[in-house]
């Protein structure tokens, strides 16, 4: 008897890294902006390990609760529990060994950024629910997706501070603006099951809530940077990062599900954006 590990890398989306740095990139945010004297190696490694764990943990939930929905969508018709060559209890196994491995990544860190950790699982397992009641189930993926900047700060800091706050509000905005896009390859799907997204109430004004949003983003990350008094080559940085988020947002084809991938993946560049203009403000 063989065993299969093909669902599980499909499970945890090993196959589909997207999301693991759109879940990372918040953290590294949070670390360097703190300004560290050196580059924190160790806290880097911890947190790549920690999100991928976090994130397959992750999405394996969410498959769990929206296996019936996923079944019904073209896009995610595919997913091994959607298909039935994963079942509900080796999913439930699963996810608690992810849980439980990235756990044990949690306790390298000091205290307070253990409870901040363990205290994000409460967004992650509200957001798959969130769809059926409201159309803005994005904004529930922005707080658990950017609660890494908190994180991040706290794991150099041990303290609260105003300035990782306003990079978390930011990263919300942020997400707010990817996950829309990402929504309206399900558009279609999602109206005739039932399901909601900030794509359907938005349809031909997700224009100008991207732009809203990414510029929210951009306000949030100037006051960030302003209060951890950042060197003006982080604003340099942030003027690169505008005129990226312009790109998405005025060459979106919110129609062409192919586009919304595209420009949804190329959120990963903006979080490097981000990450390289917090660096190199740091000096």
């Not at 309206?184 to 100008?208: C, N, P, Y």
């Not at 599900?257 to 190199?280: V, W």
Request: hydrophobic share 50%; aromatic share 16%.
């Amino acid at each position: 008897m063989t065993f299969n590990l093909n669902p599980y890398i499909k499970l945890a989306r090993l196959d589909k890294p997207t999301g693991i740095w759109l879940l990372l990139l918040p953290c590294w945010w949070g670390l360097f902006l703190t300004k560290p004297s050196t580059i924190p190696f160790t806290e880097i490694f911890l947190f790549s390990l920690g999100a991928v764990f976090l994130r397959g943990a992750g999405c394996t939930y969410n498959d769990i609760v929206d296996r019936t929905y996923d079944a019904q969508v073209h896009r995610t018709s595919s997913r091994p529990l959607a298909r039935g060559t994963v079942t509900v209890n080796q999913a439930v196994v699963f996810l608690i060994l992810q849980l439980i491995a990235g756990f044990f990544v949690l306790m390298s860190f000091p205290s307070l950024t253990i409870q901040l950790s363990v205290s994000s699982l409460l967004l992650v397992g509200i957001y798959p629910w969130m769809k059926r009641f409201t159309y803005w189930p994005q904004a529930f993926l922005g707080l658990a997706f950017n609660w890494g900047a908190l994180v991040g700060w706290t794991s150099l800091t041990s303290t609260f501070s105003l300035a990782p706050i306003f990079l978390y509000l930011g990263g919300i905005c942020w997400t707010l603006g990817y996950d829309t896009i990402y929504a309206h390859q399900d558009i279609e799907d999602d109206m005739r099951i039932g399901v909601k997204s900030s794509a359907i109430a938005l349809k031909q004004h997700t224009w100008s809530f991207l732009g809203l949003t990414y510029a929210l983003m951009l306000i949030f990350f100037v006051l960030a940077g302003l209060l951890q008094n950042l060197s003006w080559l982080y604003y340099i940085g942030l003027v690169v990062l505008s005129f990226h988020l312009a790109w998405q947002v005025l060459t979106l084809d919110i129609y062409d599900p192919e586009d919304c991938m595209t420009k949804f993946k190329s959120n990963i560049l903006t979080g490097f954006l981000a990450l390289t203009a917090l660096i190199c403000g740091s000096f």
